[in-house]
């Protein structure tokens, strides 16, 4: 049915067109024929005019009707999707950036701070996936190394995801940044806190992360966390350190 709309439509398009630009020559062209003497039936000026008026009239709306049955044949189409990228299918459709930071767990929950929940965690076994070496290094507001950042800088010539054993997805305040990782590792499971909180002052002075780092804030970063294991993650479960579990994402390469 879609066609036979258009070809109407052209046709009467075009009619109504011809009817406003040139309405003495459709007549003629249409009447004319018909009648004995044209010179004596021709319609008068004003008649030409309400021809015009009327054909204009005709012609913009049937604009609005093709217009509309266009918008709604868009509408009803369905949108082609991007295929999800294999980054996306592991982390979501905001890219996470890595802490370039060599980590050490923490004796306990630090004072201060607030605790922010592990959202998935990646176990890298033997290999280093090639995705990981393409993403950013986390920054802070364009500050690669804000006061307080969990961990210390990897050796010279390294990256703190060449010493990694698993990485673990967290997704805290943006203006927030990880300042300490509690990790204690058994031979049954591996449980692990993230702690939040601003970045010191210059001058060491602390702020109130409390208030300053809340847990259900909606705009969030995403991030990974390298971690080090005494011993490969093997079956081990990751857990939070009130043991709910942690879900495992598979490293899906491109």
Known sequence: MGWVFGIVAFSLGLLFLWGLVAPRGQWRSLVGWSVADEHDAEPGGTAYGVRRLVSGLAL???LAVVGVSASSAIARTPTQERPETPLQAMWGTVAPTVVNRIVTSAPGAPPGLVEIPVAAYQDFEDDIPGYVTRLREFELLGDADPNGLV???????????????IVINVRGPILCIPRAVVLVQTDTEVRVGVYYGLPTADDGTERDSVAGCPVDSTVTGSILIPLQLAAPLGERPVVALDGTPISEVPVIEE
């Open 60 to 62: 913009v709306s049937l």
């Open 151 to 165: 961990g210390d800088l990897p050796p010279v010539g390294n990256g703190a995801l060449d010493f990694a054993d």
